[in-house]
């Protein structure tokens, strides 16, 4: 597993320019990193970055606008296909996401990072949530350097929004009003009912809705303030937040809290962990399975039963239930006359 560690899978580059095919020594292209990621424990941020890979020496840089920001060793490994586009590949580690292999296009060397991980068996997937226990322990420890961080967090456990989709909110997103409003979404007006929110990009590219309780509309009316128009909701110029204090930030409240923190620990919570907790809670006040796929953003129910787990708690009282005594049919005589 140590080789893992340090180590990108990068694959061989043909080049198709004009139609040819020739092989280059060392292979460039324009990445594009939809989220921070880290390079061999070096951050890098959201954007668009220039790799070079140098088949002799295994070195592959990552640059940004001549400069190097990042630098790892890489080695090449067949895949079954060639790559139509050039391709990036991350796997997420505790809090951070972490570079594994970059597939060049027209590639026909693997880059696929899960012939490196062991694969798990059936009921492997990750089955975390925030108990009511913790979650009261964390709002605890979300004071003083850390209070910039508590509407986030009772957003995100309120909604189950992605931490990508909670830091694209928008003001104009937010209906305060007593009337639905309209925003327009890839051609298309979406209504925004009276106290819901909209999310205007997803994981699966389409738009939804989702409401806000007390809670929420609370958290969000004291963050937005006298904000207006199509400012971000949650941003580092506002409020200080963006994925990177999220990231630390959260590292830090959940150690204050006393909560183990990571994905690699053995019981070991993220942030990503708080949708897994607004659809488990949903689930234990028995809302519909379709209901809480609508809510996530999921395309499938399938994908949904891996968020919405079943408590001890819900499961001790639907087993309880087969104890309950049953009603004995009592016969009366009738009445005569």
């Not at 937010?174 to 819901?196: L, M, Q, T, Y």
């Not at 809670?281 to 395309?299: A, K, Y």
């Amino acid at each position: 597993m140590r080789s893992v560690v340090n180590r990108v899978i990068v694959t061989f580059l043909f080049v198709t320019l004009a139609g040819a095919a020739a092989f280059a020594k060392t292979n460039m292209c324009t990445v594009s990193f939809s989220s921070d990621v880290k390079v061999n424990g070096t951050l890098v941020k959201k954007g668009e970055y220039d790799v070079r890979f140098d088949e002799k020496t295994g070195e592959l840089p990552v640059e940004k606008d001549g400069k190097v920001v990042a630098k790892t060793v890489a080695r090449l490994e067949k895949r079954s296909r060639k790559a139509a586009g050039t391709e990036v590949q991350t796997i997420l580690e505790g809090m951070d996401r972490r570079l594994v292999g970059i597939a060049f296009r027209g590639s026909d060397q693997n880059s696929n990072p899960c012939k490196r991980v062991r694969k798990e068996k059936e009921g492997g997937k990750r089955e975390r949530y925030l108990t009511f226990d913790e979650e009261s322990r964390l709002m605890e420890a979300l004071t003083g350097d850390l209070d910039y961080l508590r509407p986030a967090v009772i957003v995100s456990v309120g909604t189950g929004l992605r931490k990508s989709e909670l830091l694209r909110i928008e003001v104009d997103h937010v209906n305060f009003g007593n009337a639905s409003k309209f925003h327009a979404v890839n051609g298309r007006d979406v209504e925004i009912p009276p106290n819901w929110l909209l999310v205007v990009k997803s994981k699966n590219r389409k738009p939804r809705i989702i409401p806000m309780n007390s809670m929420v509309r609370g958290a969000l009316s004291g963050a937005i303030q006298d904000s207006s128009g199509s400012e971000l909701v949650f941003s580092q110029a506002r409020c200080g937040i963006d994925s990177e204090t999220i990231r630390s930030g959260f590292a830090s409240a959940f150690k204050k809290a006393e909560i183990t923190c990571g994905q690699t620990k053995a019981g070991g919570i993220t942030s990503h962990d708080l949708r897994h907790t607004f659809a488990t809670r949903l689930r234990g006040e028995r809302v519909h399975e379709l209901d809480i796929m609508q809510l996530l953003g999921h395309s499938s129910v399938g994908v949904t039963a891996g968020y919405a787990h079943g408590t001890p708690t819900v499961i001790q009282s639907a087993v309880d239930k087969l104890a309950e005594p049953r009603g004995e049919v009592v016969e009366f005589a009738r009445r005569v006359g």
